[in-house]
């Protein structure tokens, strides 16, 4: 079975200050790891994945994430947020184990203050 | 256009109506895939086909029907609607090759709302 923990339901920064979003995964085999944006009444969008190569992982507007295989965790981070990042964020995981299905987790809510 | 598109974006039906969600995409793609998304709980899967032949049960099938009817349409349908499927639904699409490392690919979303 495959699972993922997002430990923070909201995230408050201030304009130009860093974003860290923290995410916990289980899963059976080797995993494939990605983050996802949600921006108000919009789909999902890829902002990077994780698929056993590099463990830093660098993505879209800025936004990378470091695979620890001991912590298992794949936090995401961004050294300075602009106000256009205020969205919902998703860790996802997905494993041969699972039938390559993604399992979500419960979202993180970015704000960002002027 | 987008590459993934579904009809409606938004519902508002009553108690016991059959509804019908539609997908559609442009990507080429063998494999989609049905969600819906709750408050707290990020997506969950309802259903998804790995080709036109091929239609599998995700975690939250109750309640719930597909239908593919070519590679590029995978239709979800309420057979009887009840409240607690207010929510929002995506559909997915990702390729077959690759596996587990494949992304999924989006549409915008279908608002239901069960009155």
């Known amino acids: 079975a495959q699972s993922v923990t997002q430990l923070d339901s909201h995230v408050s920064v201030s304009e130009g200050t860093p974003v860290l979003l923290r995410c916990n995964y289980s899963s059976s085999y080797s995993p494939s790891l990605f983050w996802y944006v949600q921006h108000p009444n919009k789909g999902l969008q890829l902002l990077l994945k994780?698929?056993?190569?590099?463990?830093l992982v660098k993505g879209i507007n800025g936004f990378e994430a470091e695979f620890k295989k001991s912590e298992t965790s794949f936090h995401l981070t961004k050294p300075s947020a602009h106000m256009s990042d205020a969205a919902e964020y998703f860790c996802v995981v997905s494993g041969q184990a699972a039938g390559n299905k993604l399992t979500f987790g419960g979202g993180t809510r970015v704000l960002v203050k002027p | 256009d987008a590459d993934v598109t579904q009809t409606p974006r938004n519902r508002i039906t009553k108690t016991g109506k059959r509804i019908m969600l539609e997908c559609s995409q442009t990507k080429g793609h063998d494999r989609m895939y049905w969600y819906r998304q709750d408050p707290g709980l990020g997506l969950q899967l309802i259903y998804y086909?790995?080709?036109?032949?091929?239609?599998n049960k995700g975690e939250i099938s109750d309640g719930y029907s597909v239908s593919r009817q070519a590679q590029a349409k995978f239709s979800l349908s309420l057979e009887s609607a009840i409240p607690n499927q207010t929510a929002l639904y995506f559909c997915?699409?990702?390729?077959?090759?690759?596996?587990?490392?494949?992304?999924?690919?989006f549409g915008p979303g279908t608002r239901l709302t069960v009155l």
């Open positions: 997915a699409t990702s390729d077959a090759s690759g596996g587990a490392r494949n992304e999924q690919f």
């Open positions: 994780y698929t056993s190569a590099a463990t």
């Open positions: 086909s790995f080709d036109v032949k091929d239609i």
